[in-house]
């Protein structure tokens, strides 16, 4: 994490808030009022320096978890067995077979590490491959609740998706900072919403490939109260 990086948070920061309070200009205004309340902050520079120190911060936490998720060799094992379980037309999802596999040891990896920062809004393995699926999710509803494994009917293709793309070009080891957005999910931004970060590395596969990519959503909203 560098200088550059804190530009960026500085510069999205101040996006994000204009970006809401226009969008809470649309809303009802009990809801306009709690987002522009707290959000003036981070209309002067001071306050957005300060708030993007504190993500600097945070991210750089992160970035060892992600490091941890994409090192483990489960991780990589459990997309090479996603995607030939997909190849043969089973299930891909561990617990709906007989057979224990790196699904389920890599799903265990990944839940340890939503559950040690409430702040995560989800940990998620994405494969490189065809149309980037997620193949292990967690989510919170929101900073603070309990982890829930997201079923596989309900994952969703990602491929497209400027964090999946610009952290699929890293080279290994390299982490990908996003600028601060709102969370979206099936391509509309979530209500109430929800500013996040996200930081994400490359996964290599047994033959040094990239192979997938580990994302964590980092929720923000405590830093705009």
Known sequence: MTNTLFRKLVISITTIVAGIVAAAGLAAGDQAERLAMPLELARNQAGAMLMAEEIERQALGVADDVHVAARGAETSAAIAEHEARRSAGGSSRAEETDEPGELARAARLFEAIAETNPDY????????????????????????????????????????????????????????????ELNEEHDHVQEPYIPVVRVGTPVA?????????????????????
């Open 205 to 225: 596969g047994a033959d040094g490939d990239v192979v997938g990519l580990v994302i964590i959503n980092v929720e923000l909203r405590r830093l705009f109260a």
């Open 121 to 180: 809004l989800q940990v998620r393995l994405i494969g490189a491959a065809g149309e980037g699926p997620e193949i292990i999710r967690f989510d919170r509803l929101e900073a603070g609740a309990p982890v829930e494994r997201i079923r596989e009917s309900e994952l969703q293709p990602k491929g497209t998706r400027p964090y999946v793309v610009d952290t699929l070009r890293l080279s290994l080891g390299d982490v990908y900072v996003s600028p601060i």
